[in-house]
T-cell receptor, first 110, second 113 residues
């Protein structure tokens, strides 16, 4: 399982775009990149998953460069309710368990 | 669809006791994973069940055991509780082949005194 590195914390203001970058230098060919969001005292929630280039859904966008050694989660126009911990995970969807790091604690201010 | 449900929501035990936590997966999901989350840390993988068998296991002692039933629901048992077992225990369900997209329950908060 590839190890991931992401910033411990980030601050933003309402209405701004937030980009959280994750590095995964040892990503394997079969690995996908997955992001989860977790609010206090709740279980993590799946946000987005991708393999290469760009993936977008109603919540976020995920940008993956050609070498796949990093990825960027983009949250457009954040609100106070986006204050949470965001986890980047890398693994093979057929065989792997989820290995969580300490995540990035995003604080959104009014 | 009720999603993943867990019971109880909170539990207080004393050292040396045993505890059983329960999980019902999201409808249609066949794989259940258990995680332990200490305060301020990311969830740590305990084990995963598929077809009533433990398929993968994290770095947890044998005091942690589990079971999956034919209806895919699952139990986590912890024997000889230690103070360090105090944590939020999360259950997650998923579909075989889509193990990276897991649906988590609200967790059981276990306090060991």
């Amino acid at each position: 399982l590839a190890k991931t590195t992401q910033p411990i914390s980030m601050d933003s203001y309402e209405g701004q775009e937030v980009n959280i970058t994750c590095s995964h230098n040892n990503i394997a060919t079969n690995d996908y990149i997955t992001w989860y969001q977790q609010f206090p005292s709740q279980g993590p929630r799946f946000i987005i998953q991708g393999y290469k280039t760009k993936v977008t859904n109603e919540v976020a966008s995920l940008f993956i460069p050609a070498d796949r050694k990093s990825s960027t989660l983009s949250l457009p126009r954040v609100s106070l309710s986006d204050t949470a911990v965001y986890y980047c995970l890398v693994g093979d969807g057929n065989t792997d368990k989820l290995i969580f790091g300490t995540g990035t604690r995003l604080q959104v201010f009014p | 669809d009720a999603g993943v449900t867990q019971s109880p929501t909170h539990l207080i035990k004393t050292r040396g006791q045993q505890v059983t936590l329960r999980c019902s997966p999201k409808s249609g999901h066949d794989t259940v994973s258990w995680y332990q989350q200490a305060l301020g840390q990311g969830p740590q993988f305990i084990f995963q069940y598929y077809e009533e068998e433990e398929r993968q296991r994290g770095n947890f002692p044998d005091r942690f055991s589990g079971h999956q039933f034919p209806n895919y629901s699952s139990e986590l048992n912890v024997n000889a509780l230690l103070l360090g077992d105090s944590a939020l225990y999360l259950c997650a369900s998923s579909l075989e082949g889509r193990l990276l997209e897991q649906f988590f329950g609200p967790g059981t908060r276990l306090t060991v005194l």
